[in-house]
């Protein structure tokens, strides 16, 4: 297992927030206003409340849609997400099989929403010391990702996350590349994600760190400190 510091916590929750649709990840029709509060109080660490909201979207869509709608998928991973915060982790994998199940009948299995939720399925057995089940999800999630050019922040997600699993098993070469393949990703984003950044840098010098190679572990510190000296962007 890889150390907690290497972990990329922040980009778990892969919620459909606007931002996310508007990048061409988004569902064929809009998410609701309630929905849209359900990932607002996500955000804001109120995570009762947010599952409380969620639980009538669920129905909401159900009704509206019919329940193997990609919507209800879409909810069903928020709820996920919202469960394993509140650390119920056995209703968070009932959950995102269940949005699995309807992404890949309603999107298709090369869908990124189905590589979405293979990472944060990955990402759950991982956390819990299933490295062997974690990794097949990472590498397929990969596989589907990678072939959508607006699957960019979720893409680079997948990568640090089987970065930091074959961090934990000793594979620093194949951590780094995947670390620098990461980076290249957040890199190339219209909107510039400076803790992603960050975070990906860091990991990347602890990685050079362990292989002995010095200059490329400053080289990625001292990039480190330039992107901590830049302001972010105005939200």
Known sequence: MAPHWLRVLALLAVLSAPAAQASGLGLGSRSSKDHEQVVALYRRGRHAAALALGQGVLEAYRREHGPGHSLVGSILSDLAMIRLALKEEVQA?????????????ADGPEHPHVGMVLNNLGWLWESRGETQRAEPLYRRALAILEKSPAAGAETAAALSNLAALRFGRRDYAEAASLYRRSLEILRGQPKRDAEALAQALENLAVVYAEMGDAREAALARAQLAEVKKRPSPAR
């Open 93 to 105: 994998e009932r959950l995102l099989q269940e949005a699995l199940a309807i992404y890949e009948r």
